[in-house]
């Protein structure tokens, strides 16, 4: 499988790359936190590690490091804006089994 973004997240993903003048795309990983286990981490990717793994999307590259990937891998990214002043990432994940009450962490 991969991780693939809609084309609102790729257009704007590749917006703020544009921006910065670097990177080689978005990274996606995951971390220990919150009370269900984890907790999503994003970031650009402004070098490639070894063991990521690379996945395009509308002409953008996503990177996960390997030991993330499992609790992510198909993963659906797309960016939302509810109103004026809220925007963000909105995570698909088919691997959850379980989310803390605020939403800030899951278990796969």
Same mark, same amino acid.
């Given at each position: 499988?991969a991780?693939?973004?809609?084309?609102?997240?790729?257009?704007?993903?590749? &917006?703020?790359?544009a921006?910065r003048?670097?990177g080689?795309g978005?990274? /996606?990983?995951?971390k220990? !936190?919150? =009370?269900? &286990?984890?907790?999503?981490?994003?970031?650009?990717?402004?070098?490639?590690?070894? &063991?990521?793994?690379?996945?395009? !999307?509308?002409?953008?590259?996503?990177?996960?490091?390997?030991?993330?990937?499992?609790? /992510?891998?198909?993963m659906?990214?797309?960016?939302?804006?509810?109103?004026?002043?809220?925007?963000?990432?909105?995570?698909?994940?088919?691997?959850i089994?379980?989310m =803390?009450? =605020?939403?800030? !962490?899951?278990?796969?």
């Amino acid at each position: 499988m991969a991780i693939q973004l809609t084309e609102a997240a790729a257009r704007h993903v590749a &917006g703020q790359l544009a921006k910065r003048g670097k990177g080689e795309g978005l990274r /996606i990983g995951t971390k220990k !936190s919150g =009370c269900t &286990g984890f907790a999503y981490v994003v970031d650009y990717a402004d070098t490639l590690e070894p &063991g990521d793994q690379v996945f395009e !999307s509308h002409g953008v590259k996503v990177v996960v490091d390997e030991k993330s990937l499992p609790n /992510i891998n198909g993963m659906v990214v797309d960016f939302v804006k509810t109103n004026l002043l809220n925007e963000g990432f909105e995570f698909r994940n088919p691997n959850i089994k379980d989310m =803390c009450g =605020c939403g800030e !962490s899951f278990s796969v």
